[in-house]
DNA sequence: CCATTAATACTCATTATGAGTATATATGTA
DNA sequence: TACATATATACTCATAATGAGTATTAATGG
């Protein structure tokens, strides 16, 4: 039934993220450029794909994970770096792991960096990030012109439209896979130059590279947890014992990468019965002390689908 | 990097749906036990995981698949029936297709089921299935009974309670994973003993079984249909080009497995703009005749994320 | 003392949702 | 023909959820 051509390998790699100092980071491999923590899966060793990919994280980064979540298998060739000849062909499953911050990481070449590194038009935190106007908007309308067809021409124009929230529609901020997929078959990544998409001499090189498919990985990874954060409650996974209402704000507008509405937001995660007060005050504020909340676990027995539902803040 | 006992063969199985006369269909290979149709990946003529399903589904079912959606890959081992020693360890990559209904399948062994044969305890369209209080709470009963330790009997007490929505709690129609995972654990499904999980003289046997994991998968593609529904058109790639508003209410109705209200359904699925009238009446039906209407393409360009959210009907 | 910063408590209009009622238009049959 | 039955379609209405504030309180740093 399964034959020697039939066989391949599975990567294994994981976005692992944490959120320190308001900035939703990544943990980064330096490897030549930029890398997510990757490995094989050893079928012997290993029972589940996800204890493989357990083992193998807490060997290369020393961090235990928590939360883990799969997000989808990539086999595309032409996407991966290993040429054919050099082994069997690569097959790469993405996962997702959340994890408190831990300081510098312990592991040789390994760092924490913000995510908005790689995608810098997904932060409307404090603005509609100027890339987008400035430099992702006219070269889609490029690619526009470019299109052979009418018809694909309007395809172009409609995905672009809705991708970036253009001609007033909306910012949909859970769209960062198909955004970045977007500019990928546009050329406006170097990525798609790597991998032979487009001609290499393309001018626009929109955020940082990563190795193989790694940031597709991470788009997936961050539209994931945008979402999943709105009906389950896994934004505590990464927040701290306790914490004031605004610290758990600014951790879902870390991820989110917009605004909240604060007085909303607060009546949301309480009537919702998401955190419950510890009666002890936070220290270490500038105005008027808050309060310190813990999360409520008993959501989970109370509620079908508890999470963060966004109230956002109407744009100044 | 990667050595021999890296390799893997990567079987590829698809949840084929279609509605047919209320009733949602997955197309059945008849090998012994039912089995979803599934077949090996060939990474040397495939690009892609899915080019590659595409291509053997079709010589297999004689099938165009349209919609296509990657769901889940599994690699436990015990959940797959190839033995060690029989060749490399086969990680099984789950798809969900849709398909309009194409009338008895073409393709030898192969049949048109409802899914609701392996998952009886989900149709909820009639009534609150009677095999839910006959058999599944009385066992989960015993099952949290068994426990060895008063935390592991409550938390089996909590899962049963909001998989099945005992005690007064809701019924959540997306939780179709998570059941059939409770039920696998119980040991109340045939695959459990089976895979050697529970011993093999255990009673009760709820649902059909079916093949390896393919219940899992079927599972996973259940919920993750009743999902995205709600906030994607893709019911549409179920009906045919013009359709009542009655037809359509039905086909979200047996894929959700719940009733709905009738006219807040109306109000719904027309005020987002997901349906234009055609002006022709339908022919077929037995009281006042219904306008036939057809999906509104332009939907897709106008809203963010267009779909038929339920409004469930109050349980008479 | 007061400007600044943040926390927390309320208010209010608008929209969305759930559950009907009312009426219209077919077919089949007494 | 009249009416029982089955749908389709149009409206209504109360309640809940949401978005956008205003108002008030409590700290700190000059």
């Known amino acids: 039934m399964t034959s020697d051509r039939h066989v391949v390998s599975i990567g294994l790699s994981a976005a692992i993220v944490a959120v320190a100092d308001e900035n939703p980071d990544v943990l980064i491999v330096k490897s030549g450029s930029d ?5 094989p899966f050893d079928p ?8 493989g990919l357990r083992t193998w994280v807490g060997e290369q980064t020393y961090l235990e994970l928590g939360y883990v979540e799969q997000l989808y298998t990539f086999g595309d060739r032409g996407r991966h770096t290993f040429k054919p000849g050099e082994g069997p062909r690569v097959v790469s499953v993405g996962y997702l792991a959340l994890t408190r911050p831990t300081g510098e990481p312990k592991a040789p070449d390994t760092i924490w960096r913000s995510w908005y590194r790689y995608f810098p038009w997904e932060d409307w935190r404090t603005a509609r990030p100027a890339v987008i106007a400035d430099a992702i908007v006219p070269a889609l309308q490029a690619f526009e012109t470019a299109a052979d067809a009418p018809a694909l021409a309007e395809a172009r124009r409609d995905r672009a439209r809705l991708c970036f929230g253009l001609d007033g529609l909306a910012w949909d901020e859970e769209k960062v896979l198909e955004r970045y997929e977007l500019l990928y078959e546009a050329g406006l990544v170097a990525e798609s130059a ?27 990874a961050i539209a994931r947890l945008r979402g999943k954060m709105k009906y389950r409650p896994v934004v505590f996974e990464l927040m701290p014992a306790s914490f004031t209402l605004l610290e758990l704000q600014r951790t879902v507008e870390a991820i989110s990468g ?25 220290a270490l504020t500038r105005g008027r002390p808050a309060e310190l909340f ?19 803040r109407r744009v100044v």
Chains 1, 2 share one sequence.
């Open 294 to 312: 813990r999360f409520r676990r008993e959501v989970l027995r109370e509620r079908p689908a508890p999470g963060v539902r966004l109230a956002p």
């Open 35 to 39: 890398a997510l923590p990757f490995g």
């Open 258 to 282: 917009v605004r909240l509405h604060k007085q909303n937001f607060r009546r949301l995660v309480e009537d919702q019965g998401l955190v419950e007060g510890t009666g002890k005050m936070s």
């Open 44 to 51: 012997i060793a290993h029972r589940t794909l996800e204890s």
């Open 194 to 220: 790597r991998d032979g998409r487009t001609p290499a001499d393309h001018a626009v090189r929109l955020g940082e590279p990563m190795m193989f498919d790694h940031r597709r990985i991470l788009a997936t």
